[in-house]
């Protein structure tokens, strides 16, 4: 494989990764706006644990299309190693493992602690 082909496969990989926030990105918004306006006050039971599934169907969907991206991207950045004609950016970039490793680990994190957040507005404390 040249590295010209795996740095477009890494870039398609980066884009399925930020394609994949925009789901739960736009149900957070809509959390957000509904409890900034206080209407989880005076909502129904069902209303609120309906609001939290889907938080968590959206958020858990979208990491495990995060997830498995960067588990590809991790074997991807082997193959840039081995590629044909590297380039400066492809051996930049298959030297981005730690970074890597890092955004899977800030994935999972972020999502449970912004998941712990809506259930918090939704419910209340």
Known sequence: MKAKATVKAWNELRVQIVQAQVAPALVLIGVFAVA???AFENASDGAKYLTIGVAAATGILATISQYAAVREAEALLIDMKNAEEPTALSKKI???RGLL???AIAIVGLDLAI???VVWA???A
């Open 122 to 124: 939704v419910l209340g």
């Open 115 to 117: 998941f712990a957040l």
């Open 94 to 96: 298959a030297e981005s």
């Open 101 to 103: 490793s890092l955004s």
């Open 36 to 38: 900034a306006f206080g």
